[in-house]
């Protein structure tokens, strides 16, 4: 099992940015894949973006954030971001990373049946 832990949520105006972290304790995640999901005020869970693992590093986006959102890793493999650009009131919500081993396909999931572990979340306010 992964413990992650997501960091980097905020207050912040529209169009402005945040960057999301995600790391694990004493885990590697450079052999995960990654996912990013969010819940807004009222609102089912959804997939925004991900990354598979390093062999790979293949990337996905739901329709709405691509263009504005980029996720990425740091150069050890090992944490997990999710930069967010150009942000929009309908952005607001809880964020949460989650893991799933790689399976080396080049390709990433977001659906959340995919992973099997999940962090806290991170909460992104609008101010508007």
């Known amino acids: 099992q992964v413990h992650l832990v997501e960091s980097g949520g905020g207050l912040v105006e529209p169009g402005g940015s945040l960057r999301l972290s995600c790391a694990a304790s004493g885990t590697p995640l450079e052999t995960y894949d990654i996912g990013w999901f969010r819940q807004g005020p009222g609102k089912e869970r959804e997939g925004v973006a991900c990354?598979?693992?390093?062999?790979?590093?293949?990337?996905d986006y739901i329709d709405s954030v691509k263009g504005r959102f980029t996720v990425s890793r740091d150069s050890s493999g090992n944490t997990v971001y999710l930069q967010m650009n150009d942000l929009k009131p309908e952005d607001e919500g809880d964020y949460y990373c989650?893991?799933?081993?790689?399976?080396?396909?080049?390709?990433?999931?977001?659906?959340?049946?995919?992973?099997?572990?999940w962090g806290q979340g991170t909460q992104v306010t609008s101010s508007s």
């Open positions: 989650a893991a799933r081993l790689g399976a080396g396909l080049g390709i990433c999931h977001l659906l959340g049946a995919w992973y099997d572990d």
């Open positions: 990354i598979s693992s390093i062999m790979d590093d293949g990337t």
